[in-house]
Every structure is written in C-alpha cells, then in structure tokens.
C-alpha cells in the first residue's frame, strides 16, 4: 500500500473542492473587497494544485481520478446547506466559504510542512520551492482570518470596528 499516494491524492481531492469553492465565492463576491482577494486566492489555489500535481508526478505517484471527481463533487453537495435564505447568498453563505477555505488552506499548509520534512529523502522534491509554498499559505492564513472575522461581524451584526477584518 503506497501510503505516500494516498495521501497526496486525498489532498489532490482537497485542492479540487477549494478550486471550485473559491471560485464560486469569488464570482458572488464580485466587485467587493471580499471578491478581489477571493479572485487572487483562486488564481494561487490554481496554481497550488498545479504544484501538487507536478510534485506527484516528481514522486511517480498518479492520480486517482475517483478521488479528484470525489472532491469536485463534496464542493457542489456544499452548495445546498442552509444559509438563512431560501434562495439565494446571504451573509451567512459568505461566513461559511471563507471559513471551509480557511481549513482547507490549513490542511495545504500541513500537506507542504509533510513533503518538507520527507525532502531530505526524496530527491525529487529538490525541484520544488517548498517554503515558499509554505510561506504563501501562511500568508493565505492570515488573509483569510481577517476578511472571515468581517464576514461574521456582517453576519451576526457585530461592531466590525472591534474585529480585526478588513474595512470594506
């Protein structure tokens, strides 16, 4: 059992729901603060993924293609959680997007500290920037918590002054 694989490949099914829910949150944040770094964080999830991928074929690892279509298809089930609203985006919505991709940035983060460590051993990872992959995801992080924490002082009706998020 090539546990290596396996665990790229659940991360590989990890990368494609964040791809398609950054992607929809971007396009319903459009022209708003949220919508602008929603659209950079897509285009750095593009190419996170891309460097997943590069780095499994580096390994000789391929991928599990069920996998892949299985992440896909968890992004479109969250689709149909309750919002509030009965149709339509809501506060609430944005709230819980920004939170699912902030765990899935802190579940990237984990997958690029891993391969760190396992580099001294694999040759194959000496091609990759890892600490900067690391660096970015850290920085993604700190992004996400502050627009997450405006997101729920918009929710709730919180006083967005005493949270650390960004002004919109």
């Known amino acids: ?9 659940d991360h590989l099914a ?7 829910l950054v992607r929809r949150a971007a396009s ?7 919508g602008r770094v929603l659209e950079r964080l897509a285009a750095e999830i593009d190419e996170d993924r891309d460097a997943l991928l590069a780095i499994m074929r580096a390994l000789g690892r391929s ?5 892949v279509l299985g992440g896909w298809g968890v992004e479109k089930l969250g689709r149909f959680k309750l919002n509030g609203r009965l149709l339509g985006y809501s506060p609430l919505s944005r709230l819980v997007e920004l939170e699912a991709l902030a ?6 983060l984990a997958l690029w500290r891993a391969l760190e460590l396992l580099a001294p051993d ?4 000496g091609s990759f920037d890892l600490s900067h992959l690391i660096v970015r995801a ?14 729920a002082a918009e929710a709730f009706g919180g006083n967005p002054d005493r949270s650390s998020g960004p002004r919109s």
Do not use: C, F, H, W
């Open 138 to 151: 850290e920085r993604q992080l700190d992004e996400l918590e502050a627009y997450r924490l405006q997101a």
């Open 103 to 108: 765990l899935g940035v802190r579940g990237k």
């Open 1 to 9: 059992m090539d546990l290596l694989a396996i665990y790229l490949n």
């Open 14 to 20: 990890g990368a494609t729901a964040a791809r398609e």
């Open 122 to 125: 694999e040759p194959a990872l």
């Open 28 to 34: 319903r944040n459009r022209g708003s603060d949220y």
């Open 63 to 67: 991928v599990d293609q069920l996998k």
